[in-house]
């Protein structure tokens, strides 16, 4: 049973660009969680969704930020126009009921 | 409101135990967690524990927990150089339907 997959591992984005990170959670598992980390600090709650449909977004920024869990897919969280401040880890964790989260290796943002 | 707070670093020496402590706000908080994080890796759940609970062992790992104080606990039995990583305490509520961490503990094991 493969863990929490996130890719890339590595994304390299100018700013203005739009960063697009990619996570597909464990077998069963219905909730996906995203998370940011900046350097030094702990994890930051984004959002939290179930298949097509999102419960809680209160952690995200208004602007330019997005997120989706499709029927078919990965969940996809979309940042566009990124800034120098985005530059951070994101992490995505998945749940089969809500209270124990499995983490990915998360995606490394560096905006230039 | 939600806040979690962890001391920032601790040393200690190969075999020795490790404590770290965490404390938190939310009464309703029904599970708490232990998360270990490699460099360059992402968190690896190392346990938790429901809130109804005042000890879980696990190995090498024990958990306290004290509701009265909201104060969480993890020790680390004969701590080695591969538990050399920051642990991050998180606390679950059902109201706020996610997890809330602390900012971590860097944990450095000295030969």
């Known amino acids: 049973n493969a863990g929490v997959m996130q890719n890339p591992r590595h994304l390299v984005r100018r700013r203005g660009q739009e960063a697009r990170l990619r996570c597909s959670p464990m077998?069963?598992?219905?909730?996906v969680y995203w998370y940011r980390q900046l350097p030094e600090e702990g994890l930051k709650f984004m959002v939290y969704l179930q298949k097509e449909n999102i419960i809680d977004e209160s952690g995200m920024p208004k602007e330019r930020f997005s997120a989706e869990f499709p029927k078919e897919g990965p969940s996809i969280l979309r940042i566009q126009q990124v800034v120098r401040g985005d530059s951070a880890a994101y992490f995505c964790?998945?749940?089969?009921?809500?209270?124990?989260?499995?983490f990915g290796s998360g995606t490394q943002l560096s905006v230039l | 409101g939600e806040d979690v707070e962890q001391s920032l670093f601790l040393s200690v020496r190969e075999g020795d135990s490790s404590v770290i402590n965490c404390t938190y706000t939310d009464s309703s908080s029904t599970y708490l967690y232990w998360y270990k994080q490699e460099p360059g890796a992402g968190l690896q759940l190392l346990t938790y524990i429901f809130s109804n609970m005042d000890m879980k062992q696990d190995q090498r790992l024990t958990v306290l927990l004290n509701k009265k104080d909201k104060h969480l606990s993890l020790r680390i039995a004969d701590t080695q150089t591969g538990d050399s990583a920051i642990y991050f305490c998180a606390e679950f509520t059902g109201s706020a339907r996610q997890l809330t961490f602390g900012s971590g503990t860097q944990l450095t094991v000295l030969p």
């Open positions: 077998k069963g598992h219905s909730h």
């Open positions: 964790a998945s749940s089969p009921s809500n209270e124990k989260l499995f």
